[in-house]
């Protein structure tokens, strides 16, 4: 039974496009998040929600915007997808806000 | 703002040698310490994690850290690492803060261990 999946695995597109990446989690945790890692490794938050309430928003373009319809839901769209979007993008939840996160398979997102 | 260090960007080690990844944190409340792995191609997993009492955590596969809070640092150790252990480490804090909690992970850049056979 997979705890944090992540869909699509990878994903490749075009500038300009836009597309979503879906998580979900079937842990029962309240909180769950988006990071990035880029190119050299560096893992970035970007945002959290608790019961389905944002509580962190890093300082990310306003063209990405995560959606969580239920609490074991987490997604994350993009809009005019750009160069540097590209990145490999991972969900994670913890059972509360400060406890342990478990992380998804990531989404390896290319855009040419 | 809190940061987490690792000095080590790139190790390399004979099967059988002893392991040290350092890890330093800027921040002076109370903190939760964690260490990750990412096998190649791989997500990532926790290893260990300290969050109060015996400074000196256990963790899976033979890993163990020490959280010594005068010197904010956690390192990471293994006694004779395995040619399976070839992966990147990231260390991570998660800072509480005046007047409330975050749960922001704050990671370190990595160390990237090769093990040779």
């Known amino acids: 039974d997979t705890a944090v999946s992540q869909t699509p695995k990878y994903l490749v597109t075009q500038m300009g496009n836009d597309k979503s990446i879906k998580c979900e989690q079937n842990?029962?945790?309240?909180?769950m998040y988006w990071y990035k890692q880029d190119s050299k490794k560096f893992l970035k938050i970007m945002f959290s929600?608790?019961?389905?309430?944002?509580?962190i928003n890093e300082t990310v373009p306003n063209r990405f915007s995560p959606k969580s319809p239920d609490k074991a839901h987490l997604n994350l769209h993009i809009n005019s997808l750009e160069l540097g979007d590209s990145a490999v993008y991972f969900c994670a939840s913890s059972p509360t806000r400060l406890g342990t996160q478990y992380f998804g398979p990531g989404t390896r997102l290319t855009v040419l | 703002a809190q940061s987490v260090s690792q000095h080590n960007h790139h190790v390399i080690l004979s099967e059988a040698a002893s392991l040290e990844l350092g890890c330093n944190y800027s921040y002076g409340g109370t903190v939760n310490l964690f260490w990750y792995v990412q096998y190649p191609g791989q997500h990532l997993q926790l290893l260990l994690k300290y969050f109060s009492g015996d400074p000196l955590v256990k963790g899976i596969k033979g890993f163990e850290a020490e959280f010594i809070k005068s010197k904010f640092s956690f390192n990471l150790r293994k006694p004779s690492v395995q040619w399976s252990d070839t992966a990147e480490y990231f260390c991570a804090v998660n800072a509480r803060v005046t007047g409330g909690a975050t749960n922001k992970l704050i990671f370190g850049t990595g160390t990237l261990l090769a093990v040779q056979p």
């Open positions: 929600y608790n019961n389905k309430e944002l509580i």
């Open positions: 842990l029962g945790h309240d909180t």
